[in-house]
């Protein structure tokens, strides 16, 4: 499968049912700021009078619907990134606690050929919730793509104290 491209990949795997529900709401937006273009548009060349509400209408839907794009987007591009045979693990390290809209979240580092990635969590005993917040300076393995490694997935295998070098491109598998 490592070999298909974006398009192949998201054809061959499908869209979540998340992913969908967006990519439709977006669709619909920028349906709705074409018609309000072409009545503006018409009224352009009517030569009625324009206010910045009428200008600003399409310009706030088309953008709107590029967020919507994006957010559908993401997920597939995700998934593509971290798709069999295009990713590796290394070792991730807990940095410190903090709050991401109310939430209680850890803060984790890895490096990738030198190169320091941060990315944080939502932790806490609430069941919803699939991780408790670890210790500090606990270390986790975490799945990184090849092509693009800030694209990661964090797992809940913990390393263990005798491993003390993680190779600069990580392993193909999680070492034994």
Same mark, same amino acid.
């Given at each position: 499968?490592?070999?298909?491209? +974006? ?18 709401? %977006? ?9 309000? =273009? ?21 310009? =706030?839907?088309?953008?709107? &619907?590029?967020? +919507? +794009? ?24 807990? @940095?410190?606690? %903090? ?6 979240? +850890? ?11 941060? &990315? ?6 609430? &069941? ?25 997935? @964090? ?6 104290? &005798? ?6 491109? %990580? ?6």
């Amino acid at each position: 499968m490592d070999y298909l491209d +974006f398009l192949r990949y998201v054809q061959h795997n499908g869209l979540e049912t998340r992913e969908l529900v967006v990519l439709l709401i %977006g669709l619909a937006v920028l349906v709705g700021t074409g018609l309000v =273009a072409r009545k503006l548009w018409r009224d352009l060349r009517r030569q009625k009078s324009l206010t910045y509400r009428d200008v600003l209408a399409p310009v =706030a839907g088309l953008v709107l &619907s590029a967020l +919507f +794009f994006l957010l559908a987007y993401s997920g597939p591009r995700s998934r593509y990134l971290l798709r069999a045979g295009a990713y590796r693990y290394t070792a991730a390290r807990v @940095l410190k606690y %903090g709050t991401q809209r109310g939430n209680p979240v +850890f803060v984790y580092e890895y490096y990738v050929a030198g190169q320091r990635y941060q &990315s944080s969590r939502e932790c806490g005993p609430e &069941s919803w919730r699939s991780w408790a917040c670890p210790a500090l300076g606990q270390r986790y393995y975490v799945q990184f793509s090849l092509a693009s490694p800030g694209t990661e997935q @964090l797992s809940q295998h913990v390393v263990p104290d &005798s491993v003390h070098t993680v190779p600069p491109l %990580g392993w193909d598998a999680l070492p034994d």
